[in-house]
């Protein structure tokens, strides 16, 4: 049975350059509940261009694409202004000299969380409007996670 969160999760996914990657978060946005996704830039929209569901999308996204409110923005600084006025604590998960650990994190009832290109990030401009700059530690050789692990991991951690 699907339970209804006393939270507001929504996530922003800016110029993210994988159908899979974007489908995958969609996937894992349902699963914790999330209220609504934003797509920026050049990310990926289930519908193309033509109107037409995507079937790459659709087969990672298995449905979410469907149930889970999404919209296409022209803005990401515009939409994360917009949502902070309305009460909006804005999180973005990113490598930075300002972050922390994502696990010292506690999300507030309403959470705007953001993810950016899978090589460039979420860009300095749009860290800069965030109240929190949130990261995963990285123990090994690589610097990073791919950008769909990164959002399971940080979400189910702060959402679940």
């Known amino acids: 049975m699907k339970t209804v969160s006393m939270r507001d999760v929504r996530i922003l996914l800016h110029d993210i350059r994988s159908v ?19 797509l920026t830039g ?13 079937t790459d999308f659709a087969k990672c996204a298995l449905g979410s694409e469907n149930t889970l409110p999404w919209e296409a923005k ?39 969380v953001v993810f950016g290109n899978e090589v460039d990030g979420v860009p300095s401009t749009n860290l800069a409007k965030a109240d929190i700059v949130a990261e995963i530690p990285m123990r090994g050789m ?4 791919n950008v769909s692990v990164s959002a399971g991991i940080v979400l189910f951690r702060w959402f679940d």
């Not at 899979?20 to 934003?38: K, L, V």
């Not at 690589?142 to 996670?145: A, D, G, I, N, V």
């Open 20 to 38: 899979y990657n974007t489908g995958a978060i969609f996937r894992t946005a349902d699963a914790i509940g999330a209220s609504h996704i934003y």
């Open 42 to 54: 050049y990310t990926p929209t289930p519908v193309d261009r033509f109107g037409k569901h995507r």
């Open 74 to 112: 022209k803005s990401p600084a515009a939409l994360m202004k917009k949502l902070k006025s309305e009460g909006f604590q804005i999180v973005c998960v990113e490598q930075s000299p300002t972050s922390i650990d994502y696990k010292k994190f506690k999300p507030g009832k309403k959470t705007l």
């Open 142 to 145: 690589k610097e990073s996670l």
